[in-house]
């Protein structure tokens, strides 16, 4: 029912739309014959094509042009109770040309937004794609936060012998269960925070933060993943031979969490026996932070899409990850106003640097 009362207003919109593009060419017609010749009104012929090209399509406008055409040029005959003049003739003919290209550029014109429209309706269709895959992405991950801290907690109860003794050989399985399921858990939480972060903007909670003491502390929890790996860290403060300190103002947790992924990624991408060198050096206006590592360096083309989301690459150095630590090392960076960077370096290895906006008042620090 619905359906039929919709096809009858169309219907009756058409019938309407009809007979006004008639009475519009009935009028400007009985202007056109009921004039002397030399009074060309052909031109107003032009807003008709305009709304047939508007209301019908292409096939209409082609048919409205044609009728206004006709209807211009047989006006120099008809009635015929004037002398026709070349200089009438050439006004109809100026007049006609006019309408022809009226004609054209209108279904130009439709062609044109209807191209718009369909992009837009695609563009549309993407967005909405998108945001659906982002928020089963979150909602997933969410989830399956739970199942991992409560394997997590069921290893550390085995570890702790609440179930009975165990072995050597199981204390060493299990600690590598739970290795895997902390890795696995710290994915799923950056996962979140990447999404969160595009979603709802990353908040910062500011304070004067000393970027090298924040260095310090990262790489004293990273020593034995260090260790492990055979790479030698060490800190560079510039021209100078001691620690100095490098105020901002920032997240201490958040910028904690760069340093922790830069570090992590030059270790793992350093080989055995190599060396990862922290270098920090002030400047005016901003305080720099590098990571340089002795792995097998980055591919050129690949330089601008490091920090991309879930851009992997494929190279010869070390380790693979996620996709996701460098990218949101940039979230965090940017939103602190900084500016994070990579580049190779001669003869071998990866940098990779951020700067930050100086403190313009440091902290009195006490000694």
Known sequence: MAYLKAKLLSKNSRSTKTLVIFTVFIVL??????????????????????????????????????AAVCLTMLNAWIPGSAVIRASTVASRVIAAMALIVTGFLSQRLRRSQEAIALTKTKLEA?????????????????????????AIETIKAFQQEKFGTISPVQEKVLATMERSHQTSLQLLETLLDVYRNDTEGLKLDLAPVDLAVLAGEVAGSLIDLAANRRVYLSFNYGDSDFRRSLWVNGDALQLQRVFTNLLVNGINHSRRGGHVEVVLEAQTSYQVVKILDTGAGIKPEQLPHLFERFYQGHSDRQAKGSGLGLYLSRQIIEAHGGIIWSENRVPNGAIFGFKLPVLPFAPYVSL
Request: proline content about 3%; glycine content about 8%.
């Open 126 to 150: 993407q967005e909405t794609l998108v945001r659906l895959r982002e928020d089963f992405a979150s909602t997933l991950t969410h989830d399956m936060k739970t199942p991992l801290l409560g």
């Open 29 to 66: 017609g009985v202007l056109e014959y009921c004039t002397p010749n030399d009074y060309v009104f052909g031109y107003l012929y032009s807003g008709a094509i305009l709304l047939v090209n508007s209301w019908f399509g292409e096939m209409a406008t082609l048919q409205a042009t044609f």
